[in-house]
């Protein structure tokens, strides 16, 4: 009975999985099934799969034919498949030779006339593939700058099925990938434009030095959207695992740049305050698509006008905020984005947001309604907070000039770097990232040093969680200062930055 066999990748949330197509002609009433927890898009395949090959000058089985997808329990979603079982089925047809197939996966959609058309997610499918040992794949002629990002992987690209068909006959070659042209990275603002707010200046270098999360309060105008946005512009570059990590989400999200796909900077997403949850978390129908939060991954996600965001939008944040990603359960599965992002809240202080206090026309209890949008959870896991003044000069002649994001940004990478060399033996590269039973036991500080935390801690101002968030805000403190530990004044001053409220 003949068989024919190729492999393809399914991919759920940013992970892949190899999967095995095997085609079976014969055995009964010609006609198409497909076995292996098929999508409504994958059962459609046959179709699209008949007339792509009969348009390819192929000749389709007129035998009863029969299509697995091992493992049979992986939910295989989309159209990615197309290739690949086009391939299976004129293999076991004897139509083109098996020799090639051995170690190749093939993705792609086809049209009806046999083109290839691109798919989402091929970054994080060749990421898989070659982890499995995989020698080689076939992708669509568009993906290909996509694909030239995997090392270790012999990629082609593919125009039509004929291609692939003469290929395999050892007819033609197909298209390599062509080498990355170099791109210029991406202009940041200055830190040097924003004047005056020097305690905001020092919590977003505090900030940007530890991976810790910012909550900036003050009237409309003061700077916070304009600091915040300079954020990205202090932190380090990615690491190329950080760099394809990210990209792997773009590239499911189908938002990566074909002239420069590698995403080597932290990015940067703000999203309006009208975004659904599912706009911000992750969904979509079937198996969930990722998120605002996980194409901020390693980057920055600023709330801008915190306070205007449903109460529903920003508790769904929690979960992420903690173990920097987000799981999505579904029908058809659970999928897993990742959400390692820097969290900044900018937020006026009350509804009305006069430029001077004195001018507020709110009450009481509309300050503390409006406020309490943020709710308590939230808040204790956001470790600096500051409140910012109206300015009260324009011009800096004759002062000193504010300092330029290279000058704050040599400070911030000397901080990180002695923060990644300590905590390099455990796999952390910032202080947000360390539990707070490590501070505890294993770098535990002397009595005399947290005794000012201490006593907040007994006296209920700061919780638990609170009293960790300190420590590390405490750690990142001293490596800005050149400090081999923290002592008792960075203590005061991690903790009169988690007491600063936003009212």
């Known amino acids: 009975m003949p068989m024919g066999r190729v492999w393809s990748v399914a991919v759920l949330g940013i992970d ?7 085609a079976d002609i014969g055995g009964g009433i010609p006609g198409v099934t497909i076995v292996g927890l098929p999508d409504a898009g994958l059962r459609e395949a046959k179709d699209r799969v008949r007339s792509a090959v009969r348009n390819s000058e192929e000749e389709w089985p007129g035998e009863k034919l029969t299509l697995g997808l091992s493992p049979a329990n992986l939910p295989k979603l989309g159209s990615g498949y197309d290739l690949a079982i086009a391939v299976a089925i004129l293999a076991a047809a004897g ?6 197939l051995l170690g190749t996966v093939l993705l792609g959609e086809l049209a009806l006339d046999g083109r290839v058309r691109e798919i989402r997610g091929v970054l994080p499918g060749l990421l898989a593939a070659r982890n499995a040992g995989m020698k080689r794949a076939i992708v669509p002629g568009p993906a290909l700058f996509e694909a030239a990002l995997v090392d ?7 125009a039509r099925l004929r291609d692939v068909t003469a290929w395999l006959r050892g007819e033609n ?6 080498p990355p042209a170099h791109v210029e990275p991406p202009d940041v603002p200055d830190l040097a434009d924003v004047v005056g707010q020097p305690e905001a200046r020092w919590a977003l270098e505090v900030a940007a030095a530890g991976g810790h999360h910012l909550l900036l309060t003050g009237p409309p105008g003061v700077g916070k959207t304009m600091l915040a946005r300079r954020l990205p512009g202090l932190l380090p570059p990615l690491t190329t695992l950080e760099s394809l990590e990210v990209t792997a989400v773009h590239s499911v999200h189908g938002s990566l740049s074909r ?3 590698l995403i080597k900077v932290p990015p940067f997403v703000a999203p309006h305050h009208s975004v659904s949850v599912a706009a911000l978390i992750g969904g979509g129908n079937g198996l969930a698509a990722p998120g605002l939060i996980s194409r901020a991954h390693r980057g920055v996600l600023l709330l801008d006008e915190a306070c205007e965001y449903g109460a529903d939008r ?3 944040l929690r979960t992420a905020l903690e173990e920097g990603e987000v799981r999505i359960a579904r029908a058809k599965g659970v999928v897993r984005y990742p959400a390692r992002f820097q969290l900044v809240l900018a937020t006026n202080p009350c509804p009305c947001a006069p430029p001077r206090e004195t001018d507020c ?14 709710s308590g959870p939230l808040l204790d896991r956001v470790d600096l907070r500051v409140r910012m003044r109206p300015m009260t000069a324009m011009s800096t002649h004759g002062g000193d000039q504010p300092e330029a994001t290279e000058v704050v940004r040599k400070r911030v990478l000397a901080a990180r770097d002695r923060a990644a060399r300590r905590w390099a033996e455990h796999g952390w590269q910032s202080n947000a990232e360390v539990p707070g039973p490590v501070l505890r036991r294993e770098f535990a500080l002397p009595g005399k040093v947290t005794e000012l935390l201490d006593r907040g801690l007994d006296r209920g101002l700061v919780s638990a969680r609170g009293a960790d968030r300190c420590l590390r805000i405490a750690w990142t403190l001293a490596d800005l200062a050149e400090a081999d530990r923290p002592d008792g004044d960075h203590v005061a001053a991690a903790l009169e930055f988690r007491e600063r409220r936003a009212a």
């Open 314 to 316: 920003l508790d769904s």
């Open 361 to 374: 026309s709110c009450s009481a209890t509309a300050r503390r309604r409006y406020l309490s949008r943020l």
């Open 16 to 22: 892949g999985r190899i999967v095995e197509i095997e």
């Open 152 to 158: 270790g992987l012999e990629v082609w690209g593919a």
């Open 95 to 100: 139509r083109v030779p098996a020799t090639r």
């Open 259 to 261: 002239t420069s796909p």
């Open 173 to 178: 070659t197909l298209a390599p990938p062509e």
